[in-house]
């Protein structure tokens, strides 16, 4: 839970950026012009002076101080031009002294009545004390209903302290022309089975391009050849994995422009072996986790600890899930607990960091090699338990600590090759920043009551584009009330919205699903049954598919999912199984194309407003946060 949302949020009430050479779309974001006597394209609210040497490097710049009132929360802000569509990268450069609460940088839109839409923040981990350090992010594609954005740098509610800011900008993201070799296998990791290189560029400015893949055969010879696929943002290459040299070796990509220069490239350790490692977790061509040699779609929630203490566990066990992440690490007896129960536990270490408040990281951490260390003593000591399915390491950590990440990432990989690592992040334009440092990949949108419940949507939608469709996501969806952190007036998700939210994100690809948050459930030693069980109605909405979900045939292709409609299509048992899911509070209508010859279908949950309109086509008629779930038979 990032207090960067919390600061999000109120300003809604108001109202790792990749490098780019776009126009700056601010005015004045370097606050040196002065007009009449004023910062040209900004005010100041009180606490926040704009003056002459308080910049980096003694130019101007603005500063921030509070000494007592806990009470203030106001910030400069600015409005910003854009297309729908696009997106955008910002940032600030920012320092503080003594500084009680986090200062940030964010990117918000409203949609025509002003009404707060959704947001892209930045600056978790900025408080306390330190030097001039720089500030940034990305925003997703801008949605069409947005009518206006702004930018705004602050610091949270009741900030007490100082800080200083300079140099804050806002340009259209320009991806590199060369943005990355990935590929689609597990670590990079196959014996067999098609293997997907994914290579993201950006050729809209180089019409004539030539893209080109090069990989050492089974004989050893190197080979060079075409994409399978080329578009402006992807050159792949599939291959079957027999077809590779055998050991470790590079797959390379290189672009060369229509005059015969190399203008980008790079590449990718891959190994081919003859034979899978035994592993107790991992995750297949089609990003299906694997445990015990047997698909698993994690269905669960964050708690407390496991606990008899008010019967906290019990009451957990008559819910329909199928895992937890715990904030307390479980000691062996406490996984032993949950093995018999059938419940496998995501394992805390996402607070074995140097940065983190002393109160919350282990003792005896201070440094990084500490954090690396605590963590890898707690790995060795619990992998072996077969109640362990993931490790939780990253909680909302800045992109500014990828060194870190990657590094904790490569040690968990050498310390136990037996099970993945799970992200979870509110950054989610900028997950491809951090896809060196997880194995899965998980976002956490909570738009209930105050922004638009699509956001979900959205959310999962870019998270996936971000990973290019190549690592597994399990998300997080809203099971608790923005009250519960102080914002009043900021109420509990209903029943229907806990449903829609669930399966937008199961609709826009989701391979698992972990609610946030069963520990919230106890207030004042008192549990709170009727949110219990609409949480419980949430997750046993998409339960009875799992076998679904998990299926290992080919989905057909589907078409007509939009901004206000999701849709996405399984294969099961011969039959085809599509969700519909209407991600707005409104009625809407629309056709969805799914490539076969169908003569049936059924609705199996939901909305019955589904019909076939021809063999090949179903329409779609879905109230407000409506979801169908229909199984289309030839």
């Known amino acids: 839970m990032s207090a960067m949302r919390v600061a999000g949020a109120a300003l809604a009430a108001f109202s790792g950026a990749l490098c780019s050479a776009a126009a700056e779309l601010l005015t004045n974001g370097s606050f040196e012009e002065v007009e009449r006597g004023k910062t040209a394209g900004w005010s100041a609210p009180a606490h926040y002076r704009f003056e002459d040497r308080v910049g980096m490097n003694g130019t101007r710049g603005v500063a921030f101080e509070n000494v007592g009132d806990r009470e203030f929360y106001a910030y400069p802000s600015q409005a910003v031009p854009f297309e729908a569509g696009k997106r955008y990268e910002f940032s600030i450069w920012m320092k503080a002294e003594r500084l009680t609460k986090n200062a940030g940088l964010c990117i918000e839109w409203f949609d025509a009545d002003g009404k707060w839409l959704s947001g892209s923040y930045a600056g978790a981990g900025t408080a306390g004390t330190h030097d001039w350090m720089k500030v940034e992010a990305t925003t997703p594609p801008i949605p069409a209903e947005a009518k206006s954005v702004r930018i705004a740098f602050l610091v949270q509610k009741g900030g007490l302290g100082k800080a200083w800011f300079d140099d804050i900008s806002v340009r259209p993201l320009e991806r590199p022309v060369f943005g990355g070799l990935y590929s689609s296998a597990y670590r990079n990791l196959a014996s067999a089975g098609k293997v997907r290189f994914h290579a993201a560029v950006n050729l809209k400015s180089h019409l004539g391009a030539r893209v080109t893949f090069a990989y050492l055969d089974a004989g050893g010879t190197e080979r060079r050849v075409r994409p399978k696929q080329l578009t402006d943002a992807a050159a792949i290459l599939e291959i079957d994995a027999a077809y590779l040299a055998k050991g470790t070796h590079p797959v390379s990509c290189e672009i060369v422009s229509s005059d015969g220069a190399r203008i980008g490239g790079g590449t990718v350790d891959f190994t081919r072996v003859n034979e899978l490692p035994k592993r107790r977790v991992w995750f297949d061509a089609k990003r299906r986790a694997i445990v015990d040699g047997k698909p698993f779609f994690p269905l669960g929630i964050y708690i407390s600890e496991v606990t008899d203490r008010n019967d906290q566990f019990l009451n957990f066990l008559s819910g329909p899930f199928n895992c937890i992440m715990p904030y307390v690490a479980p000691d062996r007896a406490s996984l032993d607990r949950c093995r018999a129960s059938g419940i496998e536990v995501i394992y805390p270490i996402h607070t074995s960091w140097s940065w983190v408040k002393k109160e919350y990281r282990p003792k005896g951490v201070v440094t990084d090699e500490d954090a690396h260390a605590y963590a890898e003593r707690v790995v060795g000591e619990f992998k072996d338990h077969p109640a362990v399915l993931a490790w939780y390491c990253n909680d909302e950590i800045p992109l500014a600590r990828i060194a870190q990440l990657t590094e904790r990432q490569r040690r968990l ?197 589904c019909s076939l309109k021809d063999s090949h086509t179903v329409a779609v008629s879905l109230d407000g946060l409506s979801v169908a779930f229909l199984r289309l038979a030839q």
């Open 413 to 609: 990989e050498r310390a136990d090759p037996g099970h993945p690592t799970w992200t979870v992040l509110y950054q989610y334009g900028d997950v491809r920043g951090y896809y060196s440092s997880f194995d899965v990949i998980g976002t956490d949108p909570y738009p209930v009551p105050h922004s638009s419940i699509g956001n979900v949507a959205m959310w999962t939608r870019t998270t996936n584009e971000e990973v290019m469709g190549l690592k597994p996501m399990w998300q997080v969806p809203q099971a608790f009330a923005w009250e519960d952190y102080g914002q009043k007036g900021r109420r509990f998700p209903t029943r229907e919205e806990m449903v829609n939210m669930t399966w937008q994100c199961v609709a826009n690809g989701a391979n698992g699903i972990v609610y946030f948050a069963y520990r919230l459930l106890y207030r004042n030693g008192r549990f709170m049954v009727d949110r219990w069980a609409d949480i419980c109605a949430a997750a046993a909405s998409v339960k009875p598919y799992m076998p679904v979900f998990l299926s290992d045939e080919e989905p057909p292709r589907v078409t007509g999912a939009t901004e206000e409609l999701s849709v996405r299509a399984w294969r099961y048992q011969g039959d085809v199984y599509l969700a519909a899911v209407n991600n707005t509070r409104k009625a809407i209508v629309g056709e969805i194309g799914v490539d076969g010859d169908f003569k049936e279908l059924a609705t199996l949950q939901g909305a019955k407003g």
